[in-house]
Nanobody, 123 residues
Framework: QVQLVESGGGLVQAGGSLRLSCAASGRTFSSYVMGWFRQAPGKEREFVGAISWSGSNTYYADSVKGRFTISRDNAKNTVYLRMNSLKPEDTAVYYC????????????????WGQGTQVTVSS
């Protein structure tokens, strides 16, 4: 079992930046691939990106590529989502997720989820 808690969300103007954190507790953090997803009102949950166990590989949705960066600190049991050049369409609840294997954008394959943190980008 692993418990995930996101933080760092908030209200930001378009063009601004935020850094989300996802702190994990429980079993060995480094044994999990970590993913970030988001869900806007009335829309399905959307893959944002993922990072491999060691952090050596990252994957991003086309919509955020070049603007968002995922990193992890296994010593701190934390994964980060740095979001730059934010747009109003980035407004959503952001979730981190964990699984022992990489599942890409298939959210239903991730076993563990945080409660989410709201990100609102004003125009």
């Amino acid at each position: 079992q692993v418990q995930l808690v996101e933080s760092g969300g908030g209200l930001v103007q378009a063009g601004g930046s935020l850094r989300l954190s996802c702190a994990a507790s429980g079993r060995t953090f480094s044994s999990y691939v970590m993913g970030w997803f988001r869900q806007a009102p009335g829309k399905e949950r959307e893959f944002v990106g993922a990072i491999s166990w060691s952090g050596s590989n990252t994957y991003y949705a086309d919509s955020v590529k070049g603007r968002f960066t995922i990193s992890r600190d296994n010593a701190k049991n934390t994964v980060y989502l740095r979001m730059n050049s934010l747009k109003p369409e980035d407004t959503a609840v952001y979730y981190c997720a964990a699984d022992s294997y990489y599942h890409g954008s298939y959210s239903h394959e991730y076993d563990y989820w945080g409660q989410g943190t709201q990100v609102t980008v004003s125009s």
